[in-house]
């Protein structure tokens, strides 16, 4: 499996930008992909995830109405939406993927990571 990552950029504060993650070598409609963040000198945390059972997603409550996930299957693509972004959203943003059809949002339980992606919003 791989995770091709792409988006991302510079943006004032409350801009919005686009992360993409383009799954190939797996049927991506059973496929999980969250989408998490580390920020410097901080620890990796949670933003935001898509099950493919249900298509149910989670999101961090600090980006809560803020972000959006969505899934593009004729693409074999997700997406992570984000608008009104603050200067605190700024960090490498990463997608990652997993079998799991549902669960906790936890970086360990996802086995397959992209490329860090950076995100800066300057106030």
């Known amino acids: 499996v791989q995770l091709q990552a792409s988006g991302g950029g510079s943006v004032q504060a409350g801009g919005s930008l686009k992360l993409s993650c383009t799954i190939s070598?797996?049927?991506?409609?059973?496929?999980?992909v969250g989408w998490f963040r580390q920020a410097l000198g901080n620890e990796r945390e949670f933003v935001a995830v898509?099950?493919?059972?249900?298509?149910?997603?989670m999101y961090a409550d600090s980006i809560t109405g803020r972000f959006a996930v969505s899934y593009d299957s004729a693409a074999n693509t997700y997406h992570l939406q984000m608008n009104t972004l603050k200067p605190e959203d700024t960090a490498i943003y990463y997608c990652?993927?997993?079998?799991?059809?549902?669960?906790?949002?936890?970086?360990?339980?996802?086995?397959?990571w992209g490329r860090g992606i950076q995100v800066t919003v300057s106030s």
């Open positions: 070598g797996i049927n991506s409609e059973r496929y999980s």
């Open positions: 898509r099950w493919w059972s249900g298509s149910r997603t």
């Open positions: 990652a993927g997993t079998n799991r059809p549902y669960g906790s949002p936890l970086s360990g339980n996802f086995n397959s």
